[in-house]
T-cell receptor, first 114, second 113 residues
Framework: DAGVTQSPTHLIKTRGQHVTLRCSPI?????VSWYQQVLGQGPQFIFQ???????GRGNFPDRFSARQFPNYSSELNVNALLLGDSALYLC?????????????FGPGTRLTVT | GDSVTQMEGPVTLSEEAFLTINCTYT??????LFWYVQYPGEGLQLLLK?????DKGSNKGFEATYRKETTSFHLEKGSVQVSDSAVYFC????????????FGPGTSLSVIP
């Protein structure tokens, strides 16, 4: 079975631009979470979606938004990009919204803002 | 708020040496605890987990025991290999209504032949 997939793999954007990152969860998984991993640090929680509804939001500005589609895939959008948004963006899927179920991470999208 | 603290790296060991990476946490309630591993250029992989006090998680020769009295979850391996070179993250999940995993800063391990 395919794991969590993310696209694109790498992305270079200029300050002020907008970016959309995509994630496809493991088949049957209804929960998708997004994390930002700045170089040399641990991942930081951005959003969690379950059954197309936002269930959790981390301490990120309103420039960050996300949504989940009927097929449970998800998009992360970032507006007005800043240099500090350069990071590895990780998507994770799980069967449910509670901590009982293991999260499976995708390989990430490396975003560079110049 | 909840947090995870790990020993600072980088850690460099010779092949077949004993490994310990310390991890302590602060959390309300009874979180589940995890160790994740990130190989160069890859995403995170779950290495092992423990869901309640005194549980021992183990996988691929790695072990960690959930110690509630010391709020610790130290990672150990008796004999490391070059292929174990990676960044290791300790993490917790309070199991609330959403899947929010809190990660430590990571500890980089290099194993030399």
């Amino acid at each position: 079975d395919a794991g969590v997939t993310q696209s694109p793999t790498h992305l270079i954007k200029t300050r002020g631009q907008h970016v959309t990152l995509r994630c496809s969860p493991i088949s049957g998984h209804k929960s998708v979470s997004w994390y930002q991993q700045v170089l040399g640090q641990g991942p930081q929680f951005i959003f969690q979606y379950y059954e197309k509804e936002e269930r959790g939001r981390g301490n990120f500005p309103d420039r960050f938004s996300a949504r989940q589609f009927p097929n449970y895939s998800s998009e992360l959008n970032v507006n007005a990009l800043l240099l500090g948004d350069s990071a590895l963006y990780l998507c994770a899927s799980s069967l449910s919204a509670t901590g009982t179920y293991e999260q499976y991470f995708g390989p990430g999208t490396r975003l560079t803002v110049t | 708020g909840d947090s995870v603290t790990q020993m600072e790296g980088p850690v460099t060991l010779s092949e077949e040496a004993f490994l310990t990476i310390n991890c302590t946490y602060t959390a309300t309630g009874y979180p589940s605890l995890f160790w994740y591993v990130q190989y160069p250029g890859e995403g995170l992989q779950l290495l092992l987990k423990a869901t309640k006090a005194d549980d021992k998680g183990s996988n691929k020769g790695f072990e960690a025991t959930y110690r509630k009295e010391t709020t610790s979850f130290h990672l150990e391996k008796g004999s490391v290999q070059v292929s174990d070179s990676a960044v290791y993250f300790c993490a917790l999940d309070r199991g609330t209504s959403y899947d929010k995993v809190i990660f430590g800063p990571g500890t980089s391990l290099s194993v030399i032949p």
